[in-house]
């Protein structure tokens, strides 16, 4: 089980998932939702559905959410399925900075459809499904993650660890603990106009994204620009350095990216696509396809009344 944790060009627009400490980094209400086509040149490869709400409690420091997530791959359809919450709360830090802490606890299902594949001793045999789709194929369990995360007017710094309980994720009746997750995240942000620390016209800003589970590792690294209503994104996806096989170089993806807001709406849309440079190809692959969806409310004296510090990107 060496693939668990379905994957996002756009994090940033998924903060809820990212790290639970970026729960409640919002002015009032905010609603997400995410889409991946991953490699739809490969058939039946993973596609990946994502919703979030999460509201700030300004009175009390803490921020609150509620997720849910589907990621269908495979020609068995393996099928992961989840619904959870998160919880976050700051600490002041210099008037302005801050440190959030979060904890995530969410309810995960999963399923294969044993009757698409074929095994061994039915090929021998000639006999039907070996295993029992009724039996096997299925499992349910509860999964724990919880995140740090340090925010400053120019940059931040976090960290999320996930499968802290270790889950028991087996399909075919057996023992298969779910590797712990860790992840490092964090950029700078260079401003160049604004208005104010809430109202910014231009700045650019680069960003990292590095993630370890047993013994695979991903890093992402990127700039964006941003000129107010767009944004425009590049990002890296690899290790060269690192090869996991003899002749294999480590080099997945070139991810660009173009996002939009409409400040009268309160909306922001996004869109990325990853072109594929690892040995699969992207003649074979044709890249992915990703685009993200975020609305905001505040009720207005509120809007007015708050300072939100959000210095990470918004895709």
């Known amino acids: 089980m060496l693939g668990q944790d379905p994957q996002l060009t ?43 709400y999460d509201y700030n409690l300004s009175d009390v420091n803490s921020g609150i959410g509620v997720l849910v997530m589907q990621d269908i791959s495979g020609t068995a359809g393996l099928k992961h399925t989840q619904a959870g919450v998160n919880y976050a709360y700051r600490f002041t830090v210099r008037k302005i900075n801050e440190i959030r802490a979060g904890i995530g606890v969410s309810y995960n299902m999963k399923s294969l459809g044993f009757n698409k594949l074929v095994f061994n001793d039915q090929l021998v ?13 299925k499992r349910n369990y509860v999964d724990i993650g919880a995140g740090v995360l340090y925010n400053s007017s120019k940059y931040w710094i976090g960290g999320a660890v996930k499968h802290l309980n270790r889950p028991n994720v087996s399909l075919i009746g057996g023992q298969e603990p779910l590797p712990m997750f860790v992840g490092v995240h964090g950029g700078y942000r260079y401003i160049i106009e604004s208005k104010g620390r809430n109202a910014l016209k231009r700045y650019v800003s680069v960003s990292f ?42 080099n997945e993806t070139f991810a660009f990216l173009f996002g939009t807001e409409i400040p009268k709406r309160n909306l922001r849309i996004g869109y990325s696509y990853d072109l594929t440079i690892s040995q699969l190809g992207i003649n074979n692959t044709t890249g992915s396809h990703e685009i993200s969806l975020i609305y905001e409310y505040a009720q207005q004296k ?14």
Do not use: M
């Open 125 to 137: 045999t000639g006999s039907g499904v070996s295993l029992d789709g009724t039996t096997y194929g």
């Open 10 to 52: 756009q994090f940033y627009a998924a903060p809820h998932y990212l790290n639970p400490a970026f729960t409640g980094l919002t002015t009032e209400h905010r609603f997400v939702a995410n889409y991946r086509n991953q490699w739809p040149g490969i058939r039946k490869t993973y596609s990946t559905a994502f919703a979030a």
């Open 209 to 250: 994204n590095y993630k370890h589970e047993r013994k695979n590792d991903q890093f992402d690294v990127g700039f964006y620009y941003f000129h107010l209503p767009v944004t425009f994104g590049l990002w890296y996806r690899g290790i060269p350095f690192k090869n996991y096989a003899p002749g294999y170089v480590n």
């Open 302 to 315: 509120k809007r007015r009344a708050k300072r939100v510090l959000v210095t990470c990107p918004k895709f």
